[in-house]
């Protein structure tokens, strides 16, 4: 054990989104926090930077809403390819229809500074927690490293929003199934007077060199800055794994939308892997849960995670303040799967569609120029957007022929937070 010894009510691993946030709910609650992560901010992550209107509204509640979008703000999400494009406001029926994209290194700045504003909390950078000192699935110390000073933190709860490789989740015993649909993406930025384009922009028919249409699809979201993040990102399974070079396939992405966008060269190219859907099972014991992309609480259609952080961030607060005497073994698993479990299935079986490769050159034609297109395009451009409405779900739910069979079907093998400690 380390020379310090310090005690919180909750000790948070990971200050990016749902971390920070986090702090942020366990503050407003009234919780002696630590928040700690490995680096110094500002830092970088490699992301799309997108925020759809449901990060934004997480945002609101956090009180920094307004200052992510009087940067940037867009409307809506256009979605092209095989011959068509179509366009998807973000949808009045929802809280807020504001949506942005802000660069990671000043996004995740922002949230980690709110949180060091709160006098309940306590944070430090180049901070990694190194060991785990658990009596059974009870957490009772984090060992970690300071700045090359070894420290035991004990916590009554303790949130571990380590991001999606989650090395310290791993030493409580988090297991990801790649064999379910995972992502993997890369993006750059690129300089552009069209900075201040109030869409997103998401292709579809995304081809590599050869012409071969890949599972995934290239976005360009404009930052207002003077630049654009332009990425792209496939789906993949261990039994159909995207056989692309992420890197390559970005540049030639970025080729083909240079004119129109009148993009400088890329830079910063970064590529990174994806658990999407709840592919992931041990995300909590007794006083300790996993949040974020720790617990591969992205979506699964279009990659996005920021959202589902700041909101599982949120719920886990909730749960350790309604649960401070009980076991959090199978509660969190059990929110988790009652505010996910059903959009992750159908994202995931739909996913998985997509890793055929089949499936697109057949059904994308159809969906952007057939008969289909008006019915059941704008309800997928949200599901892209991650904004589906009740009357979507049935649009969608018929698209997919059987969707209630598929979704059984799918929920009979695959793991979804399930805890086998
Ligand atoms: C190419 C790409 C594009 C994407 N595009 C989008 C998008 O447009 N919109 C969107 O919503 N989502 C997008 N995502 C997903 C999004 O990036 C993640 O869902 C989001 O970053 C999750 O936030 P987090 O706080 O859970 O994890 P992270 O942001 O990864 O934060 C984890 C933090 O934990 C720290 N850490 C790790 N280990 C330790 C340790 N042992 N001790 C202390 N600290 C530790 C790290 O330093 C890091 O700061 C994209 C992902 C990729 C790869």
């Known amino acids: 054990m380390g020379d310090v010894s310090t005690t919180f009510d909750v000790l948070i691993i990971g200050a990016g989104p749902s971390g920070a946030s986090a702090a942020v709910h366990a503050a407003r609650a009234g919780l002696q926090t630590l928040l700690i992560d490995a680096s110094v901010f500002p830092r970088d992550k490699t992301c799309g930077d997108g925020l759809t209107p449901r990060a934004i509204h997480q945002l609101d509640l956090l009180g920094v809403g307004d200052q992510v979008t009087s940067s940037y703000s867009n409307k809506g999400l256009k979605l092209h390819g095989f011959g068509g494009s179509v366009e998807a406001p973000w949808p009045d029926t929802y809280v807020t229809n504001r949506g942005s994209a802000m660069a990671r290194s000043a996004f995740d700045d922002l949230l980690f500074r709110l949180a060091q504003s709160y006098a309940e909390v306590t944070t430090w950078e180049n901070a990694s927690a190194e060991n785990a000192v658990l009596d059974g699935n009870d957490l009772k110390a984090v060992v970690v490293n300071h700045g090359g000073v070894e420290k035991t933190v004990s916590a009554k709860f303790v949130i571990v929003a380590d991001g999606v490789r989650s090395p310290f989740g791993k030493k409580l015993g988090r297991v990801w199934h790649r064999n379910e649909v995972y992502g993997i993406a890369a993006r750059a930025y690129c300089e552009t007077p069209l900075s201040d384009e109030p869409w997103i922009h998401s292709h579809v028919e995304l081809r590599d060199e050869e012409g071969t249409v890949q599972p995934g699809y290239g976005w360009i979201f404009p930052l ?198």
């Not at 350790?320 to 509660?331: M, Y």
């Not at 505010?339 to 994308?364: D, S, V």
């Open 224 to 421: 207002g800055n003077g630049s654009v993040n332009v990425g792209c990102g496939a789906l993949s399974t261990d039994k159909r794994p995207a056989k692309i070079n992420t890197k390559k396939l970005l540049s030639f992405y970025a080729s083909q939308r240079r004119q129109a966008w009148q993009l400088g060269p890329e830079h910063d190219v970064a590529s990174a892997l994806l658990p999407m859907g709840g592919a992931v099972s041990n995300v909590a014991g007794k006083n300790w849960m996993l949040i974020g992309d720790a617990a591969a609480c992205v979506n699964p259609l279009n990659g996005e995670g920021i959202d589902y952080g700041l909101e599982t961030a949120a719920m886990a607060v909730e749960t350790i303040t309604a649960n401070q005497k009980r076991d959090l073994t199978l509660v969190w698993p059990h929110v988790l799967r009652d505010a996910y479990g059903e959009t992750f299935m159908l994202a995931r079986t739909a996913a998985r569609l997509l890793t055929y490769p089949q499936f697109l050159p057949l059904a994308g034609p159809l969906a952007f120029r057939g008969p289909l297109q008006k019915a059941i395009m704008p309800a997928a451009a949200r599901l892209m957007g991650n904004l589906i409405t009740e009357e979507d779900r049935d649009i969608l739910a018929q698209a997919w022929g059987a969707a209630g069979s598929a979704i059984s079907w799918a929920r009979k093998g695959s793991p979804l937070w399930d805890s086998t400690l």
